[in-house]
Nanobody, 125 residues
C-alpha cells in the first residue's frame, strides 16, 4: 500500500503562487508515473500534470501549461507542483496520484492506482 499526503494548499489572490507537495509513504513511488489532478465543485476530476518515473518527461493540461511546473525527488519519495500566475478558475481540490506503472503520460484517473486526500486551493479575484 502507498499513502500519499498533499500539503501546501490555501487561499491566494489571482496572480499569486502556491507550491503543492505530495509525500509518499508505505512503498516507494520512484518507479511510477506520478500525476496531479484537480476537482472543482460540481465538476469531474481533471488532469493537471504528470511526470515520468525518472523525472525527465513532463506533461501538462493546456489550461496550466506555462504556469505550473511539476517536479519530483525520488530520493525523498516526493512530488511537487509549483503553481504561478494563479487564476480564479484554478480553484479546486488538488490530488496527488501514483500511476499504475511506467506508462507516460497517464491522463485519466483510471490510470492511477493510489490517491491522496486532496488539498484545497482557492484563488480569489
Amino acid at each position: 500500500q502507498v499513502q500519499l499526503v498533499e500539503s501546501g494548499g490555501g487561499l491566494v489572490q489571482a496572480g499569486g503562487s502556491l507550491r503543492l507537495s505530495c509525500a509518499a509513504s508505505g512503498r516507494t513511488i520512484r518507479t511510477y508515473t506520478m500525476g496531479w489532478f484537480r476537482q472543482a465543485p460540481g465538476k469531474e476530476r481533471e488532469f493537471v500534470s504528470a511526470i515520468s518515473w525518472g523525472g525527465d518527461s513532463t506533461h501538462y493540461a493546456v489550461s496550466v501549461k506555462g504556469r505550473f511546473t511539476i517536479s519530483r525527488d525520488n530520493a525523498k519519495d516526493m512530488v511537487d507542483l509549483q503553481m504561478n500566475s494563479l487564476r480564479p478558475e484554478d480553484t479546486a481540490v488538488y490530488y496527488c496520484a501514483r500511476g499504475n506503472g511506467l506508462r507516460f503520460p497517464a491522463l485519466t484517473p483510471a490510470e492511477y492506482a493510489y490517491w491522496g486526500q486532496g488539498t484545497q486551493v482557492t484563488v480569489s479575484s
